[in-house]
């Protein structure tokens, strides 16, 4: 049974810097075919996708992010970060790290997903 799990400081204030993790278990973060996305759904709208990183460690963003976020991940712990600088109160989701299963260069799909955490970005 695989598991993610995000964990986040919740409240942030503005133009401050976000860290989150998400801690997988039973699954191997670097096991091939396989991909960890955070996405996040601001209050009242529905989900963006921020970025992924791969098994081979690539990381790929969204266009609208690309400049603040950054994915990383510590293969031994079996976990991945997400940070993202200059926070703004439209910042403010859940947020969640979702396991990407990539089936071919153009089929795949989300099959396990954390719970989500909220970050709420206020002064």
């Known amino acids: 049974q695989v598991q993610l799990q995000e964990s986040s400081p919740g409240l942030v204030k503005p133009s401050q810097t976000l860290s989150l993790t998400c801690t997988v278990s039973?699954?191997?973060?670097?096991?091939?075919?396989?991909?960890w996305n955070w996405i996040r759904q601001p209050p009242g709208k529905g989900p963006e996708w921020m970025g992924v990183i791969n098994y081979h460690g690539s990381t790929y963003y969204s266009p609208s992010l690309k400049t603040r976020a950054s994915i990383s991940r510590d293969n031994a712990k079996k976990t991945l970060y997400l940070q993202m600088n200059s926070l703004k109160s439209e910042d403010t989701a859940v947020y969640y790290c979702?396991?990407?299963?990539?089936?071919?260069?153009?089929?795949?799909?989300?099959?396990?997903w954390g719970q989500g955490t909220q970050v709420t970005v206020s002064s």
């Open positions: 979702a396991k990407e299963v990539l089936v071919s260069s153009y089929y795949s799909f989300y099959d396990y």
């Open positions: 039973g699954q191997s973060i670097t096991a091939t075919h396989y991909a």
